[in-house]
């Protein structure tokens, strides 16, 4: 089992720059892939990005690609979520997700697909 803690998010204006903390506790991080997911009022939850444990990455919405960044950090038992050139739209409550897996290189993009979550960290960013 883990439990994951968010960190990072604030209030900050078009264009400026986040970045999103995910730290794990318990054991074996590595053996976690993990996601990133957003949810703006009154809309669905929505991957954002995901990871592999050996690093490998994507990016689920063409809206980010570009300007966010996901990697991990397994000694640090941290999953990090760059966010530059911030806009308005990317306003919303910032989850991270770990779902344990034997594949070294599957990434994973349906809410369903795992197992924990974060308590969400609120990122808002206003024009």
């Known amino acids: 089992q883990v439990q994951l803690v968010e960190s990072g998010g604030g209030l900050v204006r078009v264009g400026d720059s986040l970045r999103l903390s995910c730290a794990a506790s318990?054991?074996?991080?590595?053996?976690?892939?993990m996601g990133w997911f957003r949810q703006a009022p009154g809309k669905e939850r929505e991957c954002v990005s995901a990871?592999?444990?050996?690093?490998?990455?994507?990016y689920c919405t063409q809206a980010v690609k570009g300007r966010f960044t996901i990697s991990r950090d397994n000694a640090k038992n941290t999953v990090y979520l760059q966010m530059n050139s911030l806009k308005p739209e990317d306003t919303a409550v910032y989850y991270c997700?770990?779902?344990?897996?034997?594949?070294?290189?599957?990434?994973?993009?349906?809410?369903?697909?795992?197992?924990?979550w974060g308590q969400g960290t609120q990122v808002t960013v206003s024009s």
């Open positions: 990871i592999s444990r050996n690093g490998d990455s994507h």
């Open positions: 997700a770990a779902r344990a897996t034997p594949s070294t290189t599957n990434k994973f993009l349906k809410r369903y697909d795992y197992d924990y």
């Open positions: 318990g054991r074996a991080f590595d053996m976690y892939a």
